[in-house]
């Protein structure tokens, strides 16, 4: 049995979407090993909601996501700032946990890790996106072997200290996501609506195909969306909002494919293993992330990145997906189970160290 302290992504309450697919990973992680019989506390901004674990909440105000930034941003807190509370907290109650395990994309968990008793692992989310963050990272690797976490080699790629990096991937609970066997003529798109996205590219494709796109997700940057929505009046899409897992689960199963459309080095993309537990296949950029997951013309399509004509290619392939291989990949790769294993694998290694 470990005794746990997970603190949160400093970018959004959990539940909100405003952290992206971490918020995902923070849930499906706890409840997993909570599961399994460890003791886990969630330290995350007021507000956050989890399903079946308890949160403490920290009032604070929120940090400036990192991918908004240049590469040559200060490092930069607000008054009161909930990432400094949250590791004020942390300092407090360290003597009670065997370790602490930081979500927080930021510098100052990084900065903090030699004052703290307890040791820390860091699990980080994103690519490399600032110097002054890739610096302490890279510190840290080299003072804390086998303490930083990320999902993907794709991901890990972007660092220098790629090499030390444990892949963990993801996971998710396949019980929430129900099979499709039938699609309707539609596509989705999923995630949170912001530059790196490229949102535009998929609204594009469904332009050109004439096929309707169901847009879910938090919308991060309202300029942007509004300048998509006055670009591509004539485009057949559906803004559905923000939707639960198990509203989403239901709003995209029936589409043929997901498009994922990423401008930067997707780290991930939880979003694709969530549309294959479903049996959506997935096309998208081969770029980041998705580079990994996707098995290019068996589970989806890889297609060169930023290329509309790529992925309208590929939504006219579709018949020759087996919607059945894609549940089967996330059943097989993506389980709550495999996940579990290579945490608590990570999480021994660095204790005995
Ligand atoms: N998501 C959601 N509701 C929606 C649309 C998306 O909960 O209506 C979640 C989705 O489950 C996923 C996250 O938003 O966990 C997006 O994460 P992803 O890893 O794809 O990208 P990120 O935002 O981390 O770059």
Same mark, same amino acid.
């Given at each position: 049995?470990l005794?746990l302290l ?5 970018v959004?309450?959990l539940?909100t979407?405003?952290?992206g697919g971490?918020e ?5 992680v706890?409840?997993?090993?909570q599961?399994r ?5 969630v ?9 079946g ?11 400036? @996501?990192? #991918?908004? &930034? +240049?590469r040559?941003?200060? =490092?930069?807190?607000?008054d009161?700032?909930? *990432?400094?509370?949250?590791?004020g907290y @942390?300092? #407090?109650v &360290? +003597?009670?946990?065997d370790? =602490? ?6 510098? *100052?968990?990084?900065y903090?890790?030699?004052w703290f008793?307890?040791?820390i692992?860091?699990?980080i989310s ?6 002054? *963050? ?5 510190q840290i690797a080299q003072q804390?072997?086998?303490?930083i976490g990320?999902y ?11 090499d030390q ?5 993801s996971?998710i609970?396949l ?6 066997p039938?699609?309707?003529n539609?596509l989705?798109?999923l ?5 790196e996205k490229a949102?535009?590219d ?5 332009k050109?195909?004439?096929?309707p796109?169901?847009?879910?997700g ?5 300029d942007?969306w509004?300048?998509?929505?006055q670009?591509?009046?004539d485009?057949p899409?559906?803004y559905?909002?923000?939707l639960?897992t198990q509203h989403?689960?239901q709003a995209m ?10 401008r930067w080095?997707?780290?991930?993309g939880n979003?694709?293993?969530?549309a294959?537990?479903?049996?959506v296949?997935v ?5 980041g992330?998705p580079t ?7 589970t ?5 990145p930023d ?12 018949a020759q ?8 990949q ?6 709550l189970t ?7 694998h ?5 204790l005995?160290?």
């Amino acid at each position: 049995m470990l005794r746990l302290l997970f603190l949160s992504t400093p970018v959004g309450a959990l539940g909100t979407g405003q952290g992206g697919g971490v918020e995902l990973t923070v849930q499906n992680v706890a409840q997993e090993l909570q599961q399994r019989g460890n003791r886990i506390e969630v330290v995350a901004p007021v507000g956050s909601k989890l399903q079946g674990i308890s949160v403490t909440e920290i009032p604070g105000n929120l940090q400036v @996501a990192v #991918q908004t &930034q +240049s590469r040559d941003v200060p =490092i930069i807190l607000p008054d009161n700032s909930v *990432l400094a509370n949250i590791w004020g907290y @942390a300092r #407090q109650v &360290q +003597s009670n946990y065997d370790l =602490i395990v930081n979500f927080a994309f930021d510098w *100052l968990p990084f900065y903090l890790t030699p004052w703290f008793d307890c040791p820390i692992a860091h699990f980080i989310s994103m690519g490399s996106l600032t110097d002054a *963050l890739d610096r302490i990272m890279a510190q840290i690797a080299q003072q804390y072997p086998g303490t930083i976490g990320v999902y993907t080699k794709s991901q890990a790629n972007t660092f220098s200290f790629a090499d030390q990096c444990e892949i963990l991937g993801s996971g998710i609970d396949l019980s929430l996501y129900q099979f499709c066997p039938q699609p309707e003529n539609s596509l989705v798109w999923l995630g949170r609506i912001a530059p790196e996205k490229a949102l535009e590219d998929a609204v594009a494709a469904a332009k050109i195909t004439g096929i309707p796109l169901k847009i879910f997700g938090k919308i991060q940057d309202q300029d942007y969306w509004n300048r998509i929505c006055q670009d591509f009046q004539d485009a057949p899409i559906e803004y559905g909002g923000f939707l639960s897992t198990q509203h989403l689960q239901q709003a995209m199963s029936k589409s043929r494919a997901l498009l994922m459309t990423p401008r930067w080095v997707e780290a991930f993309g939880n979003v694709a293993i969530e549309a294959l537990a479903c049996g959506v296949p997935v096309i998208a950029y081969a770029r980041g992330g998705p580079t990994e997951i996707i098995q290019d013309g068996m589970t989806g399509f890889l297609v060169e990145p930023d290329s509309v004509s790529g992925l309208v290619k590929a939504i006219n392939s579709l018949a020759q997906i087996n919607r059945f291989n894609c549940r089967q990949q996330a059943e097989s790769e993506y389980s709550l189970t495999a996940l579990g294993d290579r945490f608590r694998h990570w999480f021994t290694k660095i204790l005995k160290s």
